[in-house]
Nanobody
Framework: VQLQAFGGGLVQAGDPLRLSCVASGRAFGNYVMGWFRQAPGKEREFVAGITWSGGSTYYSDSVKGRFTISRDNAKNTVYLQMNSLKSEDTAVYYC???????????????????WGQGTLVTVSS
């Protein structure tokens, strides 16, 4: 599975932004999908995950209530709707495929095998 993330850009604090991640390959609908981010000088961190059916989602405490992950398996796409953006949300955002046919959402980067190239989100205060 190859992933391509896009939708990043420069926004002001409080603005919304939606990221998309398009996957190639027919097995997309069988994977847990995750969004991660990496700020300058920091380790890559989990942001949100969604099971293969979309029935379950999980968020990091830092984005809970502001970000929403969703997926459209017919379009091989996973989304990250980001609202009420803060300067601390500035980072490169990555999508990744997690476990196959799993009901569990893992938060460690080691649980994700395929990564997109990342898209930069910059939030100015």
């Amino acid at each position: 599975v190859q992933l391509q993330a896009f939708g990043g850009g420069l926004v002001q604090a409080g603005d919304p932004l939606r990221l998309s991640c398009v996957a190639s390959g027919r097995a997309f609908g069988n994977y847990v999908m995750g969004w991660f981010r990496q700020a300058p000088g920091k380790e890559r961190e989990f942001v949100a995950g969604i099971t293969w059916s979309g029935g379950s989602t999980y968020y990091s405490d830092s984005v809970k209530g502001r970000f929403t992950i969703s997926r459209d398996n017919a379009k091989n796409t996973v989304y990250l709707q980001m609202n009420s953006l803060k300067s601390e949300d500035t980072a490169v955002y990555y999508c990744a495929t997690g476990p196959l046919a799993s009901r569990e959402i893992v938060t460690s980067t080691s649980g994700y095998a395929n990564w997109g190239q990342g898209t930069l989100v910059t939030v100015s205060s």
